[in-house]
């Protein structure tokens, strides 16, 4: 079993009538930046606090480097960081105390593990004197890592670190988790953007509680086996109803400025589709077929399951 | 260890409110209750009953009367005026000299003055009963030298309306039993209950850090704080309102630190089972405080309530240590007294703080 940095197995958990989620079964090798992609209530948060040992399964086993969080949660807690998706840090504190804070319930300091939050760290020292509540959504991100760090876990779990960050924050975020990554340590993320899934090695679509699929982002991307257009016309808002009623549509849905357009398995159905939507009175018809995105992937999966 | 009291009296020492909590409602409190009791009384309204009549009771009339704490309201002639005298409200004492008093006081000592004090306002009766004591015995003394040793007049005094004069020394002990368990307690859950509003208790319970860790890292600074606090309300009754100080320092600081602890570990007990600051100061104040002011015998004796509540009265930890502090600073009394008491506090707080340590979650709910 030593051979996976985090194993689920089985992993059911509901509260009360509510299924959180069921039938999770996913191994992690060690130094993967794995991600969990899925929207806001698929089950991500209830998953990483039963990875942080925060909660307990129903059901099903889960062993962060051979330690079950059920028994061995002492163990764990010594060799994970966990970084909630709500900003965790003492806001009336400032950004060095919670750092020396953090350092020192880990039993270590600042300075022993300097070199590993240094690139995060570096970029808010200048203000490392103010108060944590008064950082900037990204500098609390980038505060919050480095106290999940100090200690040098072995796993690190991230739940939701991007979101309520700007977009240039995210991306610096996602940079430096590449740099992390090159010091061996596992990295377990969770998103709701699915652009971040091609940032991970790996990943997990998940959705109400079920994973859907796991893979490198490129096989996800690649096993998209319909045809994909985007759609637009004069009248984009009966279009997407109109687009549903074809009979070739597998999905439709609105995609920034368009209507991303799934047609049924290996058919070409651009002629009937200019013809129907004529029929339904649009006019300025623009059809193009589109590459798909991990998004595009997701909603397939989705709509298949249903 | 040392890293989480450090934060902890970082969050306190930057907070405004609690700093105030902490240290401004002491005092604030202690001199409330030291000015509302200390009241000079001027020309307080009394009536004088004189079935006598003669050189004597109307040279201890003229007396009390010249001494600037008296005025005359009434002069009644009858036993049975004295009830409708106080009805009217605004006499607060009846001064009654017996039937020959000047004879008595000479062939048959002693001749006796009653008070009949309007004790419904304790504090002032027990002063006015005070002042009209002192007064005679100084006329006695000009009068008659101080060889006698017979006392030739005897002053019955009657507590009309609080026959027991209760809680005349108790504003500080109350103070202090009720400030400490406010603080102690209160401000011990509010900032766990915080910890866990804030979502800061996740992060700290995924810490390698142990349940005991950090009750006790919790605990330690609201420790001295609230030791500081009782050390100033003591410097306070002591020096501002000349509190009477009988008994052994140390014992006392000693039993206040126990009392603290025993108030931490309550609220660390509060704060196991609220998830939010507002549970936890509602917890705080319908558990603690009420049943503290109420029940510990500060504002009404326990001998007066009905059984039920005087049982009740024993699981509240204040009623001990308002004995404890009474014992040591009103009558003198060293641990060989109040061991008892001493013993139930220390077992309150072996209870609460095992049952905190059992209760705290080591895992989210």
Known sequence: MKGFAVQIEGLHKSYKNVVALQNITVDIKPGELFG??????????????????????????????????????????????????????????????????????????????????????????????????????????????????????????????????????????????????????????????????????????????????????????????????????????????????????????????????????????????????????????????????????????????? | MKGFILKEFLHIFRDLRTMLILFGMPVAQVLLFGYAITNEINNAQIAILDHSKDPVTQEITYKLLSSGYFQLNDQLSDASEIEQAFKKGKIKQVVVFEPNFAQKMTKDPPAVIQLITDASDPNTANLLSNYTQAITGDYLRQTSGSKRNLPVINIETTMQYNPELRGVFMFVPGTITILLMLISAMMTSISIAREKELGTMEVLLVSPLKPLHIIVGKVIPYVILSFINALIILILAATVFGMPFQGSLVLLLLQSALFIVMALSMGIFISTVSNNQQTAMLLSMFVLMLPTILLSGFIFPIENMPLPLQILSNIMPSKWFIIIIKSIMLKGLGIAYIWKETLILIGMTLFFIGMSVKKFKIRLD
């Open chain 1, 36 to 306: 969990f992609i899925g929207p806001d209530g698929a089950g991500k948060t209830t998953l990483f606090r039963i990875l942080a040992s925060l909660i307990l399964p129903d059901k099903g086993k889960v062993e962060l480097m051979g330690y079950n969080v059920v028994q061995h949660y002492k163990e764990i807690r010594q060799r994970i960081g966990y970084m909630p998706g709500r900003f965790s840090l003492y806001q009336d504190l400032t950004v060095e105390e919670n750092l020396r804070f953090f350092a020192g319930v880990h039993g270590t300091t600042i300075e022993q593990n300097y070199a590993l939050i240094k690139d995060i760290y570096s970029q808010i020292e200048p203000f490392k004197n103010r108060p944590a509540g008064k950082l900037s959504g990204g500098m609390k991100q980038k505060l919050a890592l480095s106290c999940a760090l100090i200690h040098k876990p072995e796993i690190l779990l991230l739940d939701e670190p991007t979101t309520g960050v700007d977009a240039v924050s995210r991306q610096e975020f996602w940079h430096m988790l590449q740099n992390l990554k090159k010091s061996g340590i596992t990295i377990l993320v969770s998103t709701p953007y699915m652009d971040e899934a091609s940032l991970c090695d790996r990943v997990a679509l998940i959705q109400k509680g079920e994973i859907m699929k796991v893979a490198e982002p490129e096989v996800i991307i690649n096993d998209f086996d319909h045809s994909l257009f985007g759609i637009r016309t004069n009248k984009m808002f009966p279009l997407l109803h109109d687009l549903n009623e074809f009979k070739l549509t597998t999905t439709a849905y609105r995609f920034g400025d368009t209507i991303h357009f799934v047609s049924s398995k290996d058919a070409n159905p651009k002629k009937e589709l200019i013809s129907w939507l004529e029929l339904k009175g649009h006019q300025n018809i623009v059809i193009q077929p589109v590459a798909p995105t991990i998004e595009d992937c997701f909603i397939l999966q989705m709509n298949q399951q249903n």
